[in-house]
């Protein structure tokens, strides 16, 4: 069984007598569950064709994926292929990803037009799949195309590509030979990260803690403050408070001193 999203129940049955009066023909039946929210598909005793249950698993494939359903029916002729490639995995970032699906369609859809005219082939970009309906050769050149756009290669570098080839391909003198030299080489531009403004270097490891910051008990030990009295502690302050003012006031009286200090004169 094949699960389908939501928005699409509406759509699958109105259009699901057409998709049975399709199957009935190879000998197929199907199913669809809204209450499961799926579809299935199974072989019935007037089944002639063993690879027909195949293409309609990737009929129902297809519709799930908002493939309409015209044209998810060419899915039943024997020349045409579907792969369903699955974009989403390649980019965590999803403001990133959805700029890259966005690049994948172009302007007005032109970018996918001018795959689709390359590759032969029905490309429908959908959520976090593309849905490709077409002939083996061109499933392939479309899945690079579109896994190279989301690994951040414009497919405008593809797609120019893949017109050389075409043109190659029309001239019969040039079809046994190798076309490295007619294809464009284009160079990675390397862009370089930022370096971070402070960089913390690192030290290196020990087990053991770092030792213990003393106490403020500890540092009157060490000084033998901690062994005086009470007296003699306030008289150690207002010692070194006066001494702190001492050289206050010398300062003060040097930037005073300073300003009656006269200028050196130009020797004439």
């Known amino acids: 069984a094949t699960l389908f999203p939501k928005y699409r129940e509406a759509y699958l049955k109105e259009v699901w007598p057409l998709v049975t009066k399709e199957l009935n023909k190879s000998g197929l039946a199907c199913e669809l569950n809204l209450i499961e929210g799926s579809m299935s598909v199974k072989t019935t005793r007037k089944a002639w064709d063993p690879y027909a249950i195949l293409k309609a698993r990737d009929l129902i494939k297809l519709l799930s994926r908002s493939v309409p359903v015209q044209q998810a029916l060419k899915i039943m002729a024997d020349d045409v292929h579907c792969d369903i490639i699955k974009i989403s995995g390649y980019v965590r970032n999803k403001d990133r990803f959805v700029k ?5 369609l172009g302007p007005n859809g032109s970018t996918l037009k001018a795959l689709e005219l390359l590759t032969k082939c029905y490309i429908l970009v959908q959520g976090n799949t593309v849905s490709c309906m077409g002939t083996f050769t061109g499933l392939k050149q479309a899945r690079n195309v579109i896994v190279d756009c989301m690994r951040n290669i414009h497919p405008i570098y593809n797609i120019k590509t893949l017109m050389i080839k075409r043109e190659l391909a029309k001239d019969e003198e040039l079809k046994g030979e190798n076309w490295d030299r007619f294809l464009p080489k284009f160079k990675k ?14 030290k290196e490891y020990t087990p053991f803690p770092p030792p213990q910051a003393p106490s403020k008990i500890d540092q009157q030990l060490e000084s033998g403050e901690y062994f005086l009295s009470s007296k003699e502690k306030k008289q150690k302050q207002q010692g070194e408070r006066s001494e702190g003012r001492k050289a206050e006031k010398e300062e003060r009286d040097k930037d005073r001193a300073a300003s009656f200090v006269p200028p050196k004169e130009k020797a004439r």
């Open 189 to 202: 531009r390397n862009v370089k990260a930022k370096k971070p403004k402070n960089k913390v270097e690192k």
């Open 100 to 104: 890259r699906r966005q690049r994948l």
